[in-house]
Nanobody, 124 residues
Framework: VQLQACGGGLVQAGGSLRLSCQASGSSLSYDAMGWFRQAPGKEREFVARITWNGGLTNYADSVKGRFTISRDNAKTTVYLQMNSLKPEDTAVYYC??????????????????WGKGTQVTVSS
C-alpha cells in the first residue's frame, strides 16, 4: 500500500488549503483513514480521521470547526479541507491508514501505512 499526499503550500493566516491523499496498491475502502501532523521540535499529533463509509469523523480539538475531512472511496482518496488557518497549523501533514481509536482514551493506533508528508506553512 502506498499513500501519496499532496496539496500543501504557503498561505497567509486566515487562508485555506485542501490536502489530498490517494491510496494505491491495495484496497483501503473498508478502513478508517486520516491525517496527522508534526511541527518542528514537536511530536507527531493526530488531526482528523474518517471511517470507511464517511459516517463518523474525529477531530483534534485544535482544528474542530476549521478543518473538514472527507473521502471518496471510488478514487481511494481522502481529503482535508483546512480553513481559517493559523500560524500554529504550520507542520508537515501525513496521511495514514488504518486508524483505530481506543475507546475511553481518545488515542489513535494501528497506523500501518503512512504517506511521505506534505508541508503546510501558515504565515502571520
Amino acid at each position: 500500500v502506498q499513500l501519496q499526499a499532496c496539496g500543501g503550500g504557503l498561505v497567509q493566516a486566515g487562508g485555506s488549503l485542501r490536502l489530498s491523499c490517494q491510496a494505491s496498491g491495495s484496497s483501503l475502502s473498508y478502513d478508517a483513514m486520516g491525517w496527522f501532523r508534526q511541527a518542528p521540535g514537536k511530536e507527531r499529533e493526530f488531526v482528523a480521521r474518517i471511517t470507511w463509509n464517511g459516517g463518523l469523523t474525529n477531530y483534534a480539538d485544535s482544528v474542530k470547526g476549521r478543518f473538514t475531512i472527507s473521502r471518496d472511496n471510488a478514487k481511494t482518496t481522502v481529503y482535508l479541507q483546512m480553513n481559517s488557518l493559523k500560524p500554529e497549523d504550520t507542520a508537515v501533514y501525513y496521511c495514514a491508514a488504518p486508524i483505530f481509536v481506543a475507546p475511553n482514551k481518545g488515542t489513535y493506533y494501528g497506523m500501518a501505512y503512512w504517506g511521505k508528508g506534505t508541508q503546510v506553512t501558515v504565515s502571520s
